[in-house]
């Protein structure tokens, strides 16, 4: 099974500053398709996980663009250019390359 | 409007069976592989299955294999989980997810004597 690996565990994050959260996978994601199958969810109190990034870098409709991924092969990571109040909860990172695995999660706060 | 709406929450005893829905519209049932999830309280997102509607075919997570049974049900559009003897260990939140994009609302399972 691939193991994702999310660090840090919690992040607390003043408004208006950059945040940055790490994915790393046990096997590299990278489809023999050319795509790498590497995703980003916000999972906000009470709410349902929401998707923010699919295959590494691509923002999901009406995601804003302070969101960012990147990376290869088996690192990743997830940059918000500016958090704003509304980006508070668990981010999780997610690989679909062979059946679904979830990192363990990132609680993001506000100071 | 693309969505999926799951059944109510359940309060079970252990050693019983719970079976929840994941009613889709908007979009073409057999389009998507479904997905199960579980989330215990206060801890992260664990995959379960999936199955493709086009044919009912099932993959399991290993942790689950042998009491998980997922089916999807053509004519009504409707994915299900269920989920057999279950311990206090089950108590949860089950997400069914298709296309990684769309979200149940959640269905809080309870397993308490």
């Known amino acids: 099974d691939i193991v994702m690996t999310q660090t840090p565990l919690s992040l607390s994050v003043t408004p208006g500053q950059p945040a940055s959260i790490s994915c790393k996978s046990s096997?590299?994601?990278?489809?023999?398709?050319?795509?790498?199958?590497l995703y980003w969810y916000l999972q906000k109190p009470g709410q349902s996980p929401q998707l923010l990034i699919y295959?590494?870098?691509n923002r999901f409709s009406g995601v804003p663009d302070r969101f960012s991924g990147s990376g290869s092969g088996t690192d990743f990571t997830l940059k918000i250019s500016r958090v704003e109040a509304e980006d508070v909860g668990v981010y999780y990172c997610?690989?679909?390359?062979?059946?679904?695995?979830f990192g363990g999660g990132t609680k993001v706060e506000i100071k | 409007e693309v969505q999926l709406v799951q059944s109510g929450a359940e309060v079970k005893k252990p050693g019983a069976t719970v079976k929840i829905s994941c009613k889709v519209s908007?979009?073409?049932?057999?389009?998507?592989?479904m997905h199960w999830v579980q989330q215990a309280p206060g801890k992260g997102l664990e995959w379960m299955g999936l199955?493709?509607?086009?044919?009912?075919?099932?993959i399991y997570a290993e942790k689950f294999q042998g009491r998980v049974t997922i089916t999807a049900d053509t004519s009504t559009d409707t994915a299900y989980m269920e989920l057999s003897s279950l311990r206090s260990e089950d108590t949860a939140v089950y997400y069914c997810?298709?296309?990684?994009?769309?979200w149940g609302q959640g269905t809080m399972v309870t397993v308490s004597s």
């Open positions: 997810v298709s296309a990684f994009d769309i």
């Open positions: 908007g979009y073409t049932f057999t389009d998507y592989y």
């Open positions: 199955v493709d509607p086009e044919d009912g075919e099932t």
């Open positions: 096997q590299s994601l990278l489809h023999s398709d050319g795509k790498t199958y």
């Open positions: 295959e590494v870098s």
């Open positions: 997610m690989q679909s390359i062979q059946l679904l695995t």
